[in-house]
């Protein structure tokens, strides 16, 4: 008898689940069937910044795989259809074709749930004001576009200074506007470690965008026709034609917790390594409104990037597809860019580490993406955490020009298979000038590690 996988969510990791479950098992013994309220599905929303700042001249550059492609493999992909009910024991979800408000049941033998996260909105007033706009899908991306082109004003306001919100700021400074970048925290980037976080700071400065930190927004004042004009902190009022909000995303696992299904800490419904959902035998989860095993801390964290969302996703439809996969966790590597600027870091921040209970040692370096008598050799900062006892890597970050960023990578890797900094500085990594320093950054920072944790263990 023909089973029916119903998939709630159709971009990375509905879809990488959708296409991985079809190429295991054919029609005839598989029928898929998936729902997505948006009007694109399989897309990068991580390239919208780029496609903001023009470097990307059409939003289908983004698209991986359209509607038409995925029907054509036999899924039944319904868009601007949302699921509004997940009824667990009834095998079967309610859908609301948004165009028309039509609704139906459809039944399942197997679920995926994949429905992503939404942006963060404090509830500010004037914060829903025509003019202010996230930026989480392809249809925020063209509004947002929409509204660039149809403003006379060239003031933009961005809240937040994390990825997103540096990657916003960049994107419309490239469109000629004069732009705030609004942040609650004494340095941007968050993800980074203070110190590491003044670097971008300089950087964002240095590019004439003006850099608010410690900055508590409080309203979004609107003028006569109820559109944005400005955005109001506890100190200063900053004058807005557009707002774009950079404050994070929360998981979207309402759906899932309205049927009992089990969320955790952070709102991100609970899996095991199967990606299966606890408790449940035929229903998975994974992407962005999933939790995931960090592997350096040992506990759940809600970490959204597409990376892990198409993993996940393959995960999820291999095992639908009658094989054997597992996600065993992530180590948050995260990479982005400012200008010319490469922010990366993977593992651990200080406050993190200590919130995991670890006693750690520090060891920051300055050096080179080439030998240094190279052409186009330039300056990066590596920053690594280590186990103080034991000398186990617990994370690192990086900050600098050309060739900076992509070494996180090799850091990354020795985080999943447990390293000490020692047994880095052994490391057989690639060289020539061109492409490294004799002892590549990363090197350097691991064996300073190794010096600092050595030092410790003498006192």
């Not at 941007?188 to 203070?194: I, N």
Request: aromatic share 4%.
């Amino acid at each position: 008898m023909r089973e029916r996988l119903v998939v709630i969510g159709g971009d990375a990791a509905g879809m990488s689940a959708a296409s991985q479950a079809r190429r295991l098992k054919d029609p005839d013994a598989l029928e898929i069937v998936a729902f997505e309220r948006g009007h694109h599905a399989s897309y990068s929303a991580c390239g919208i910044p780029y496609w903001v700042a023009g470097d990307v001249d059409d939003p289908e550059q983004l698209v991986a795989r359209t509607p038409e492609e995925h029907r054509a493999r036999h899924i039944d992909l319904r868009m601007r259809t949302e699921v509004t009910e997940i009824d667990v024991a009834g095998g079967r979800v309610k859908s609301r074709r948004l165009p028309d408000g039509k609704e139906v049941w459809t039944g399942f033998d197997k679920l995926v749930i994949a429905t992503g996260a939404r942006p963060v909105r404090p509830p500010l007033p004037g914060i829903d004001a025509p003019g202010v706009h996230g930026v989480q899908t392809l249809d925020d991306g063209q509004a947002l576009l929409d509204t660039l082109r149809g403003t006379e004003g060239r003031h933009a306001v961005v809240v937040g200074a994390g990825y997103i919100g540096v990657e916003m700021a960049e994107a419309l400074l490239r469109r000629d506007y004069e732009v705030t970048l609004l942040n609650r925290a004494p340095e941007p980037m968050t993800t980074l470690d203070p110190d590491m976080g003044k670097l971008v700071h300089e950087a964002v400065t240095g590019l004439g965008i003006r850099l608010v930190n410690e900055a508590e927004v409080t309203e979004i004042r609107t003028d006569e026709r109820g559109r944005a004009r400005a955005v109001v902190t506890s100190d200063a009022e900053y004058p807005a034609d557009v707002v774009v909000l950079g404050i994070g995303v929360r998981p979207e696992s309402e759906l899932a917790e309205a049927a009992g299904l089990p969320v955790g800490d952070f709102g991100g419904i609970l899996t095991d390594q199967a990606m299966r959902v606890r408790g449940q035998t035929d229903i998975w989860a994974g992407g962005d409104c999933v939790e995931v095993l960090d592997l350096v801390a040992g506990r759940q964290r809600h970490i959204p990037l597409g990376t892990h969302a198409n993993k996940q996703g393959q995960v999820i439809g291999t095992n639908v597809g009658g094989g054997y996969a597992t996600f065993p966790g992530i180590v948050g590597t995260a990479v982005s860019k400012v200008c010319d600027l490469e922010i990366a870091r993977t593992g651990l921040l200080e406050a993190e580490a200590r919130e995991a209970g670890f006693q750690f040692v520090t060891a920051t370096v300055e050096a080179t993406s080439r030998a240094g008598y190279f052409p186009g050799a330039a300056s990066m900062t590596v920053k690594m955490l280590a186990e103080r006892r034991t000398g186990r890597l617990l994370g690192t970050q990086i900050v600098g020009r050309e060739g900076a960023g992509k070494r996180v990578d090799v850091a990354a890797v020795a985080l999943t298979a447990g390293m000490t900094v020692e047994q880095m500085t052994a490391l057989d990594l690639g060289y020539a000038p061109p492409f490294s320093p004799v002892w590549d950054p990363v090197l350097v920072a691991a064996r300073k590690a190794t010096q600092a944790v050595r030092a410790h263990g003498a006192g």
